[in-house]
């Protein structure tokens, strides 16, 4: 039982590289979100997705894409990475779309470094 | 106000003691509240639900203050596997979709021997 799968687990990249963090899951999970999350600042909300084809922004969106074209897939983008964006992201998803009163799975993250 | 708001701690407690945490609310529309919990360098994994009514699951209690917008939780009997942050989370109501979650800044405990 897989859950929600983050790749990679670790990424060192340096500023105005791009890349993007993948994220899986196998739930049949209509809501999913990207947490990025910095010491002392708690997690903060980039993006979400209540289902394939629908996005929208959460508390700091600014510096990532993303996209949801099937269920089981929601990519995180970073056109051109700048050391602010230097955080552990979290995969996070749950069942429903009304995702605030629904508990949310979360993958084990990814920890990005930009230099 | 901030929107979610929480003590930081840490919070040093001697195992078998009672511990509790708050967390106060800037937002009088929010309508659904959890209690998350984080190991360090995990995942943050959901703890409990918090119900208007509060609700007890074994050793941890939630209550829901709607009058004074806050939360708490309290633990009884801490077990040194109790040692991680507690994460206060609400909902975030946004006018014209379904709002998300906010995420407080957590609160450490540290369950001593």
């Known amino acids: 039982n897989a859950g929600v799968t983050q790749t990679p687990k670790f990424q060192v990249l340096k500023t105005g590289q791009s890349m993007t963090l993948q994220c899986a899951q196998d739930?049949?999970?209509?809501?999913m979100s990207w947490y990025r999350q910095d010491p002392g600042m708690g997690l903060r909300l980039i993006h979400y997705?209540?289902?394939?084809?629908?996005?929208d922004q959460g508390e700091v969106p600014n510096g990532y894409n993303v996209s949801r074209s099937t269920t089981e897939d929601f990519p995180l983008r970073l056109l051109s990475a700048a050391p602010s964006q230097t955080s552990v992201y979290f995969c996070?998803?749950?069942?429903?779309?009304?995702?605030?009163?629904?508990?949310?799975?979360f993958g084990s993250g990814t920890q990005l470094s930009v230099l | 106000r901030k929107e979610v708001e929480q003590d930081p701690g840490p919070f040093n407690v001697p195992e078998g003691a009672t511990v509790a945490f708050n967390c106060t609310y800037s937002?009088?529309?929010?309508?659904?509240f959890f209690w998350y919990r984080q190991d360090c360098r995990k995942e943050p994994k959901l703890l409990m639900s918090?119900?208007?009514s509060g609700n007890e699951d074994g050793r941890f209690t939630a209550q829901l203050n709607r009058a004074s917008q806050y939360i708490s939780l309290l633990i009884r009997d801490s077990k040194l596997s109790d040692s991680a942050t507690y994460l206060c989370?609400?909902?975030?109501?946004?006018?014209?979709?379904?709002?998300?979650?906010?995420f407080g800044k957590g609160t450490k405990l540290s369950v001593k021997p």
């Open positions: 996070a998803s749950s069942y429903v779309q009304y995702a605030t009163n629904e508990k949310l799975f």
């Open positions: 739930m049949n999970h209509e809501y």
């Open positions: 997705s209540v289902g394939a084809g629908i996005t």
């Open positions: 937002n009088s529309a929010s309508q659904s």
């Open positions: 918090v119900y208007s």
């Open positions: 989370v609400v909902n975030r109501v946004v006018v014209g979709s379904q709002g998300y979650l906010i």
